[in-house]
């Protein structure tokens, strides 16, 4: 057990930006232009393919499936039934119907040979997810959809500078999404790219709107980190204390109707995230193997071709144990829990997606971010090996 009373308690995933840094960049007109910070993250990418900045993840998403609509009259998405809702809801609002399958295993496995195999003419997509840092190998499926005429979607939200098979995750699939939004590999309080890799695929660049001004982009990192404030605060009723700010106009983080996309603050925030990527990453890396090697094997399934780009742990510790583990952590000073995926986003058909059911319902996201030091390892060590399993995969 942690020892100590917590002054601010540890996210499941940090930001390595800081208000000071906000602050001296805004304040001292240290801005950048956004056509740098595409530069750098197209870097990323080894320049491969056209690269947008968007507004969000799901304005690139909504983006691309526009323009595939232009291209085939084709009416079914096909997505992983564990995912975030912002995914279907993008598919919904292209006037799509969102099509979900099952995983191969609770752990997140994808048999993408099968899924493959299902595929019709129907199909206009497919979304592959690349959950919590980690790739999902969905090779097999390259040869289905190219034989059926389907895009291949890489939703890259939770996975920046993965590798599947010695490519980078993003590059692979006929385009792919990336967000910068809070919870992300990178954040910028907003913002997102579209990857296009498919020279067929039509984009109109001025569908993601225009530059936004410094001073927006501002007042939505100052949301953020209101909001962040009290969601890191260690009193118990945290979601009190948002209501009260709310009384007194302090305006907790919340997202806009229409993402603002990324302008000159935004730009000069990404690029120094960009330059100190990679120690991010090896950060974040190194703490998972701590989390892996204390339960003997990797509880969230990686391919045996991938290699991670870790952004937080999922572990199954089934789901009469979940909330005992989430107050021991924040007892300790460390946020965990399910928060957003605790259930499928298509819970009428519970029944016919067991796999994913019970990733959502019993799963447990534990934090494994640059920001942790060697006690809140050894802690989250312990509760990583408590909650370890020794059922199939």
């Known amino acids: 057990m942690l020892t100590g009373k917590a002054s601010q308690l540890r996210d499941v995933v940090e930001e390595y930006w800081t208000d000071d840094l906000v602050e001296s960049v805004y304040r001292g007109n240290k801005l950048r232009l956004p056509e740098e910070f595409r530069d750098a993250a197209h870097e990323i990418f080894a320049r491969r393919g056209r690269l947008f900045l968007t507004g969000s993840g799901r ?22 039934s564990f995912n975030c809702a912002v995914v279907r809801d993008a598919v919904i609002k292209a006037g799509l119907v969102a099509e979900t399958f099952d995983l191969a295993s609770p752990t997140g496995r994808i048999d993408w040979g099968a899924i493959g195999e299902k595929l019709t003419d129907r199909h206009l997509a497919v979304v592959v997810p690349h959950l919590f840092g980690v790739p999902s190998d969905f090779r097999p499926l390259i040869p289905h959809a190219q034989k059926m005429g389907v895009s291949i979607v890489e939703d890259c939200s939770h996975t920046l500078g993965g590798m599947i098979g010695g490519a980078t995750t993003g590059t692979i699939g006929d385009a792919s999404i990336f967000s910068f939004n809070y919870d992300k590999p990178i954040s910028l309080a907003g913002g997102g790219l579209l990857l296009v890799n498919d020279s067929k695929i039509g984009i109109d660049a001025d569908a993601f709107g225009p530059v936004p001004e410094p001073d927006s982009e501002y007042r939505e990192f100052r949301r953020l980190s209101r909001f962040l404030r009290h969601r890191r605060s260690p009193r118990p009723h945290p979601q009190l204390v948002a209501r009260i700010g709310n009384r007194l106009g302090v305006e907790p983080y919340s997202k806009p109707e229409i993402p603002s996309g990324i302008g000159p603050l935004r730009a000069a925030i990404g690029l120094t995230q960009i330059a100190g990527y990679a120690a991010i990453v090896e950060e974040r890396n190194a703490n998972a193997a701590i989390l892996t090697k204390a339960a003997g094997r990797t509880e ?13 742990q999922r572990l199954l510790v089934g789901v009469e144990r979940t909330v005992e583990i989430i107050k021991s952590c924040r007892r300790s000073g460390i946020l965990a829990g399910n928060f ?5 986003i298509d819970p009428s058909e519970a029944a016919h997606r067991p796999n994913a059911t019970r990733a959502a319902r019993d799963g447990v996201n534990f934090p494994i971010h640059q920001n942790l030091d060697s006690a809140h390892l050894r802690f989250l060590a312990d509760r990583y090996h408590e909650t370890s399993t020794d059922e199939p995969r």
């Open 59 to 80: 304005q690139a998403l909504l983006a691309l499936l526009r323009a595939l609509q232009e291209r085939e009259s084709r009416t079914h998405v096909l997505l992983s």
């Open 340 to 344: 957003n995926w605790d259930r499928i």
């Open 300 to 312: 969230w399934h990686v391919d045996k071709d991938v290699g991670p780009a870790y952004l937080k």
